[in-house]
């Protein structure tokens, strides 16, 4: 059963940046994507940057050119990190996996979650 627990987030002014990581635990699969989704208050959830086994990225359009996504294969951890925060992008980040090479923004499609760590942005 794969467990996953984000941290790092946390409050930081427009501008700024943070780091967020998502350690993996019982993670077994040989082809894998992850991915970091985030929610807003009163949103939908939706896909900010995913990363699979053969090393392929897709970064949404919103958070392009300010957020970077990588994975320490060694540590079994996921990372988010996020520059030239703005205010909206005020949001519970969540982590999540599934056992395909293959991402996608559906996050039905995602067999694992973590609990999610808040960001928030002030101006």
């Known amino acids: 059963q794969v467990q996953l627990v984000e941290n790092g987030g946390g409050s930081v002014e427009a501008g700024g940046s943070l780091r967020l990581s998502c350690a993996a635990s019982?993670?077994?699969?040989?082809?894998?994507?992850m991915a970091w989704f985030r929610q807003a208050p009163g949103k939908e959830r939706e896909g900010v940057a995913a990363?699979?086994?053969?090393?392929?990225?897709d970064v949404a359009d919103s958070v392009k050119g300010r957020f970077t996504i990588s994975q320490d294969n060694a540590k079994n951890t996921l990372y988010l990190q996020m520059s030239s925060l703005k205010p909206e992008d005020t949001a519970m980040y969540y982590c999540?996996?599934?056992?395909?090479?293959?991402?996608?923004?559906?996050?039905?499609?995602?067999?694992?979650w973590g609990q999610g760590t808040q960001v928030t942005v002030s101006s």
């Open positions: 990363i699979d086994s053969h090393g392929r990225v």
């Open positions: 019982g993670f077994t699969y040989t082809y894998w994507c």
């Open positions: 999540a996996s599934r056992d395909m090479a293959l991402c996608v923004w559906a996050r039905g499609h995602y067999n694992s």
